[in-house]
């Protein structure tokens, strides 16, 4: 019961980095997706947009995109 009660508290804070990190992750995949010439294998960035949560999106926007 003290685990579930820590959890709801919690939940408020994690909530809204969750819905931030999905967002990210849509926007970035859609980008990479209309992106015709990246900087490196798109498979690649696909990869890191997904499983490097927060950090994958930022590090494609600034390094993966071709300006």
Known sequence: ??????IQENLAILAPLFVL???LM???LIDLAKNEVP????WVWALVIIFVNIIGPIVY?????RR
Do not use: D, S, W, Y
Not at 1 to 6: A, D
């Open 1 to 6: 019961m003290e685990g579930l009660k820590i």
């Open 39 to 42: 900087r490196g294998p798109k």
């Open 26 to 28: 849509v926007i970035a």
């Open 21 to 23: 990190q999905l967002i």
């Open 61 to 65: 926007f600034i390094a993966g995109k």
